[in-house]
């Protein structure tokens, strides 16, 4: 029984490289429509065979799910390159392990999802698409967190620098004349902890980099910070959002577990107290949130070591837990 789903995924991925990847003619919108719902099909195709039981023995090789992984990239790498699917939504995507990070008006979004391999470690996938004056231009991104440079938490990075990441949520913000995007996303990292990210994305001289210095610690820092990054235990959620009403990014605070594991993060855990980074001229500032001040959207994200959401690629996209003011349960929408 195993041997025969085995197969079946094998060439189900085979299938999908040969059969899709015949690249998309120069055609009408509602044509071109029509491809890119053929796209969301084949992708939704792949996310649904098969579940992977933990039982199941031998485990699914980590080079079947990163050859799985590199079709889904290709397909969407052939459509996003299309001027006309700009247009697009491609909501269905949303449903699946593909988190679409975007804002009303803004020329960037980001598409990711990630692969989870044997030993628990995360690699990440995620594809820029830039709405230009000619049309739209694309980055495909590769995960390099194993081997990213030693101070990578305080430098700006290329995108041959990614740290990797699923992104639920990007907001623009102006710096002068320098269109910066901010972009919260969750890495499942390993077996033992989980990471959020705070990170920012630009465009300089046609090239796209990660890590512009916005993000200070309190009123007195002088040196704002390029990315925020948390980790925390692997059981944990972190709330880390958005808010637009009062302008801020609404974070956890975090405490260990207990006083033996203080200074080891894969075993700290929301203390139940919330801070958020509010605006400050030019740079965002991190402050205590009081009781007058908004709350926002209470963003978890499924527990990895979940197997019934186990995936070839990975896991379901982010879900919110219930919240005080607003409904915004993301596992059948965004």
């Not at 808010?243 to 200074?263: H, K, L, T, W």
């Not at 959207?297 to 003011?325: L, Q, V």
Request: include cysteine; charge should be negative; hydrophobic fraction near 35%.
């Amino acid at each position: 029984m195993c041997k025969r789903i085995f197969y079946s995924f094998f060439f189900l991925g085979m299938f999908l490289i040969g059969s899709i990847r015949c690249g998309f003619a120069q055609k009408s919108d509602a044509s071109s429509f029509n491809e890119f719902r053929e796209t969301e099909h084949q992708i939704l195709q792949i996310n649904k065979i098969p579940l992977w039981p933990a039982s199941m023995q031998p485990p699914i090789a980590d080079s079947i799910k990163i050859h799985i992984s590199d079709s889904i990239v290709n397909l969407l790498k052939d459509a996003l390159t299309q001027p006309t699917s700009w247009q697009y939504p491609f909501d269905s995507l949303r449903l699946t392990t593909i988190a679409i990070a975007t804002y009303p008006k803004s020329p960037v979004r980001v598409f990711s999802f990630n692969t989870i391999l044997n030993t628990g470690q995360f690699i990440h996938h995620a594809i820029v698409q830039l709405k230009t004056k000619n049309g739209v231009q694309i980055w495909n991104l590769t995960d390099t967190n194993q081997t990213l440079p030693k101070n990578w938490q305080d430098e700006g990075l290329t995108e041959n620098e990614w740290i990797g990441a699923l992104y639920y949520q990007m907001f623009p913000f102006k710096f002068n004349k320098q269109d910066v995007f901010v972009l919260m996303g969750f890495d499942g990292h390993n077996k033992e902890s989980n990471r959020s990210i705070l990170e920012t994305l630009y465009f300089e001289d046609g090239e796209l980099k990660f890590g512009f210095p916005l993000f200070r610690e309190s009123e007195e820092d002088p040196s704002p910070e390029p990315r925020s990054v948390w980790e925390y235990h692997k059981s944990a959620q972190m709330v880390l959002r958005y808010q637009s009403d009062g302008n801020v990014i609404v974070c956890d605070q975090f405490a260990p577990a207990y006083e033996q594991v203080r200074n080891d993060r894969r075993y700290y855990i929301p203390s139940g107290d919330y801070e958020g980074y509010f605006r400050s001229g030019k740079t965002w500032v991190k402050k205590p949130l009081t009781a007058d001040m908004p709350f926002a959207p209470d963003m978890s994200i499924p527990d990895p070591n979940d197997r019934k959401n186990d995936r070839p690629i990975g896991e379901k996209f982010p879900k919110n837990r219930p919240e005080k003011s607003i409904s915004t349960d993301t596992s059948d929408s965004e």
